[in-house]
């Protein structure tokens, strides 16, 4: 049976698309035909694995003006890794969800059930915001597990996520399980990271962390799996492969 993940905080630049893709790679390389979905209208996770432009993008797929099948494309470094991806520049899905998206809340979730036919694991990579299209990936998910800076911050954009996430789904009817946080870029040297840290355990979540790593920005800029990366004989630090492991295990169970 198909699992739909989404990585999402309605804050910018906490980690959505360096987890996502990372995790989706992982899925892959243990061997599981894995689809990664753009729905962030930047593009980022499009433009960190595909060197060339595709023809077709996530927006024409839900406009109808191709097939899923036409739009997806193989990431050629990652065995099993697809991607559907969405154009940073010059794309149409941001302009899609401001305007023909509020009639058709439920595109993304029609989307996905047809995927599921093709693909037993699917991860969502989102934008910042909580508007339509982000609400209409939320509620084509499974699950949402949301990825956060050990900033204070954070603690509280996670406190409004949940207050819009739990109306949303008493008004969408949706299901969307909520269960993991992941503190990302974490430094155990830092006192304020070691606190948030506790704070956020003290909820009722399950708390992952994984480690600050420059070798995931230059794993980007080259357009590489972080697991396949190395820079100077290094690749990323073994406390990140173990902590990317063991969430990796945790999200598929
Ligand atoms: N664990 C980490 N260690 C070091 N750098 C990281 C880590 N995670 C992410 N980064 C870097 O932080 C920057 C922001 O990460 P990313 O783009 O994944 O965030 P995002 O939440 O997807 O942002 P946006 O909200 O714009 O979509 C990137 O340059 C990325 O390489
Ligand atoms: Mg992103």
């Known amino acids: 049976m198909t699992k739909t993940i989404a990585f999402h905080l309605q804050k910018?630049?906490?980690?959505?698309?360096?987890?996502?893709?990372?995790?989706?790679?992982?899925?892959?390389?243990?061997?599981?035909?894995?689809?990664?979905?753009?729905?962030?209208?930047?593009?980022?996770?499009?433009?960190?694995?595909?060197?060339?432009?595709?023809?077709?993008?996530?927006?024409?797929?839900?406009q109808g003006k191709c097939f899923c099948q036409d739009a997806i494309v193989k990431i050629p470094t990652v065995d099993n890794l697809s991607i559907l991806p969405t154009f940073g520049i010059g794309g149409s899905l941001k302009g899609y969800s401001e305007t023909k998206l509020a009639e058709e809340p439920f595109v993304l979730q029609d989307l996905i059930k047809e995927l599921s036919n093709s693909y037993e694991r699917i991860i969502l990579d989102l934008s910042p915001g909580l508007g339509r299209l982000e609400r209409a990936a939320l509620i084509a998910s499974d699950e949402v597990i949301t990825p956060m800076t050990p900033e204070v911050f954070s603690l509280d954009g996670l406190e409004i996520f949940i207050d819009e996430l739990n109306k949303m789904k008493k008004n969408l009817r949706s299901n969307v399980k909520h269960s993991k946080i992941i503190i990302n870029s974490f430094d155990n040297r830092i006192k304020q990271h070691r606190n948030i840290y506790s704070a956020a355990c003290e909820g009722a979540f399950t708390v992952y962390k994984i480690p600050v790593d420059p070798l995931f920005r230059k794993a980007q800029e080259a357009g590489m799996a972080p697991q396949l990366f190395k820079k100077n004989g290094k690749g990323l630090k073994s406390t990140t492969v173990e902590a990317f492991l063991a969430l990796n295990k945790a999200i598929w169970r």
């Open 12 to 62: 910018g630049g906490v980690g959505k698309t360096t987890i996502s893709g990372t995790l989706a790679c992982q899925s892959a390389l243990d061997g599981f035909p894995t689809l990664l979905v753009d729905v962030d209208p930047q593009g980022n996770a499009s433009s960190w694995f595909l060197k060339q432009a595709p023809k077709y993008e996530l927006a024409d797929v839900i």
